[in-house]
């Protein structure tokens, strides 16, 4: 495609070593291609809780719900590398190098789509508090403090990990 018309393309990958493309995928600096992975090339990718926890499911979530492209992108970068530390990459310029300083600014200025209007701010918590360690217990409290944003918030989800890694092949996603 690249080779016969002057287009841009995006691909986002979300899969285990999916980082690995970057390299292949991004050899042309002339091709205006922006290529997104949901995790280095020797990670697994998180799919947990039927797909809710996932690089995909939060870059879209903020996408469609008004968010700008690369407003998205950080948002789906910070939530796994925050809850699975999975690396999610970019190469925005083309040159098949990940997350540099160019790719960034590249970002900030893509558009996609239609460009959707966020109806209100999203929502920022201001403070979580939750025991750090559970000792056998089968319930505990959880309390989510300050939160502010341009809509009242109805219902907050708690999904509970535990902080061992476990051992899978990288080729397996979770």
């Known amino acids: 495609l690249h080779a016969n018309r002057d287009v841009r ?8 070593q999916s980082g690995s493309f970057i390299p292949v995928l991004g050899a042309n600096s002339d091709s205006q291609r922006l ?5 280095a090339a020797d990670e697994n990718a998180w799919f947990a809780s039927n797909g809710y926890l996932s690089f995909s499911f939060y870059f879209w ?4 719900s008004g968010g700008t492209f690369s407003e998205a992108t950080i948002a789906a970068k910070n939530a796994m590398k925050f809850q699975f530390s999975q690396t999610a990459k970019l190469d925005a310029d083309g040159n098949g190098i990940a997350d540099e300083k160019i790719d960034k600014a590249v970002i900030k ?10 109806a209100s701010e999203f929502p920022v918590v201001g403070k979580i508090t939750a025991p750090s360690e559970l000792n ?3 319930t505990l409290s959880v309390s989510v403090e300050s939160i502010g944003g341009g809509t009242t918030i109805e219902k907050v989800s708690v ?10 092949s990288l080729d397996q996603p979770l």
């Open 61 to 64: 979530s903020v996408f469609s």
């Open 35 to 39: 290529v997104i992975t949901s995790s």
């Open 159 to 168: 999904i509970l990990t535990t902080p061992d890694k476990p051992f899978i």
């Open 136 to 138: 056998g217990e089968l």
């Open 109 to 118: 200025e893509f558009l996609f789509g239609q460009g959707a209007v966020q």
């Open 9 to 16: 393309s995006t691909l986002i990958y979300d899969a285990c």
